[in-house]
């Protein structure tokens, strides 16, 4: 019996390659599918409960275009920066408490620079409190059928509540491209002007590896290095993410590489996003990366600032250099013209917010009168 059992495994497994090709490599979750049909290239563990980061920040932009769509706000609607929101750490621009600007550059910031403080602003603005947008994010999560995730913030600091899983970020990427086509430029922006501060896409495939247009990285040390990457060829859209990667560098290659793959792959699975079968031993169980990432055994800077190179200096890199001048878009304070966001409902956001400062990234202990206030170029932690 438990022969019988172990050969019908296998064959299950060779069907499943077959189908869907042969599993990456790499042990950490991965799935590479066409936004247009869901149809899935390839996965592995893609039920696996992760740490997002930064990938939060998509869900903040999808929860905040549902409220756009509603009339809530708009995209010239003040999002006025809180004391709450000015103390998270980097990564971050450091806006003064009572600072504002458009959401329209609120949202090319969390994108670009994915700046903490702006999208912790962005979240209490349109959902009027931290809390209640966190609620809001789980609201549309559960609509669209992502049943393996939980909210808690807006901007992916870490929290052991907050966690998804690559499937349910397929769902997200989906929803996002499919029912909000006129936001596509938020997501491929190759580097945003802030004052005299000059700041690179942290995602090395804009601008650089063909046909990429979108859309988003992610770190903390709990999750390793999180990228969702999107690219066109030849009229098909494919989205790589991969999660919990060990470094940018590998991260980048990873995506770039199973991207290169599938453009030239002939045939595509009739699974999909939305039929895929739950698998998987322990995937109610979030991995911590940070043992791997953020210990002395660490080769890398623990950080998810720009990288101008894919690979390590030793390996050959298939993102190529960028040849061209990049484009630049200009982000300023000022200019909010548009409704105030109806969530508020006449309240001062700034009033709301003396509360604690948080802990100081990467969980060290802060330095003797250090402030968690850091200038527009530093690196990032999220």
């Given amino acids: 019996m438990m022969k019988m059992q172990f050969v019908k495994s296998m064959l299950l497994g060779l069907v499943a390659t077959t189908v869907l090709g042969a599993a990456p490599a790499a042990a950490n979750p991965v799935m590479l599918f066409d936004i247009n049909s869901g149809a899935i290239i390839e996965h592995q563990d893609a039920f696996k409960r ?24 708009a ?30 550059n609120a949202l090319k910031i969390i994108m670009v620079k994915s700046a903490n403080d702006v999208a ?17 994010m789980n609201a549309e999560a559960q609509r669209l059928g992502m049943s393996g995730s939980h909210w808690v913030n807006a901007n992916g600091l ?30 491929d922006i190759e580097g945003i002007v802030a004052g005299k501060a000059k700041l690179k896409n942290f995602n090395p495939l804009v601008g650089r590896f063909p046909g990429t247009d979108g859309m988003k990285t992610g770190f903390v040390c709990e999750s390793g290095f999180n990228l969702i990457a999107s690219a066109n060829r030849g009229g098909q859209t494919l989205a790589a993410i991969v999660l919990g990667a060990t470094s940018p560098g590998d991260r980048a290659e990873e995506a770039a590489k199973m991207l290169q793959g599938g453009f030239g792959r002939t045939g595509i699975s009739s699974v999909t996003v939305a039929t895929l079968a ?21 080769k890398h800077v623990a950080s998810d600032g720009p990288t101008e190179t894919g690979a390590a200096p030793e390996k050959v890199s298939i993102i190529p250099e960028m040849t061209r001048p990049r484009n630049w878009v200009t982000v300023s304070l000022g200019g909010a013209t548009g409704p105030r966001p109806k969530a508020l409902g006449g309240r001062d956001i700034v009033e709301q917010a003396d509360v604690p400062l948080p802990t100081w990234r990467p969980d060290r202990p802060a330095p003797t009168g250090a402030v968690p206030v850091v200038s527009s170029n530093s690196q990032a932690r999220s």
């Fill in 50 to 73: 992760w740490h997002p980061a930064s990938l939060t920040k998509l869900m903040t932009a999808y929860t905040t275009f549902r409220a756009v769509r509603a009339g809530e706000l």
């Fill in 75 to 104: 995209l010239d609607s003040p999002i006025k920066i809180s004391k709450k929101a000015a103390a998270f750490p980097p990564a971050k621009m450091g806006y003064k408490p009572g600072s504002v600007l458009t959401l329209d």
């Fill in 120 to 136: 912790a602003a962005i979240g209490e603005n349109v959902g009027g409190t931290s809390e209640a947008f966190a609620a809001r």
């Fill in 158 to 187: 870490h929290d052991p509540e907050q966690y998804t899983t690559a499937r349910d970020l397929a769902i997200l990427v989906r929803a996002i491209r499919l029912e909000y086509p006129q936001y596509a430029a938020y997501f």
């Fill in 278 to 298: 739950p698998y998987g031993d322990n995937r109610d169980l979030a991995t911590d990366m940070r043992e791997v990432v953020c210990s002395k055994k660490a």
